[in-house]
């Protein structure tokens, strides 16, 4: 093997495992930063700063209550109310 595909190897293995770590971590919010669902697909976007876009956003969102679970289904994004245990079982508060 090569050197250069020897560190190609080591650089996919930690990338798919930075990966997987932050998906099971759950969303990273930061100051700036949006997840826009579209088209069944989930995607970051960073905001355009100024108060009229903040405003005009918050003009339009709603509160999203603790407990609420985000999931997919055929290509859908579903919300419902409750907590899953550590091994993924899901229950109503």
Same mark, same amino acid.
Request: glycine letters at 12%; aromatic letters at 14%; zero cysteines.
């Given at each position: 093997?090569t050197r250069s595909f020897?560190?190609?190897?080591? /650089?996919?293995? &930690?990338?798919? #495992?930075?990966t997987a770590a932050v998906? =099971? +971590?759950?969303?990273?919010? /930061?100051?700036?930063?949006? &997840?826009?669902? @579209?088209?069944?697909? #989930? @995607?970051t976007m960073q905001v /355009? =700063? $100024? %108060?009229?876009?903040? =405003?005009?956003?918050?003009?339009?969102?709603?509160?999203?209550?603790?407990? #609420?679970?985000? &999931?997919?289904? +055929?290509? =859908?994004?579903?919300?419902?109310? $409750?907590?899953? %245990?550590? #091994? $993924?079982?899901?229950?109503?508060?």
């Open positions: 093997m020897k560190t190609f190897t080591a /650089a996919a293995v &930690f990338v798919a #495992t930075a998906a =099971q +971590g759950g969303f990273d919010f /930061a100051p700036g930063m949006a &997840f826009v669902y @579209s088209s069944g697909k #989930t @995607s /355009a =700063q $100024g %108060d009229r876009n903040h =405003q005009s956003m918050m003009r339009h969102a709603t509160k999203v209550p603790a407990n #609420t679970v985000f &999931f997919m289904s +055929g290509g =859908q994004l579903y919300s419902t109310h $409750g907590m899953l %245990d550590p #091994t $993924g079982n899901f229950y109503i508060n």
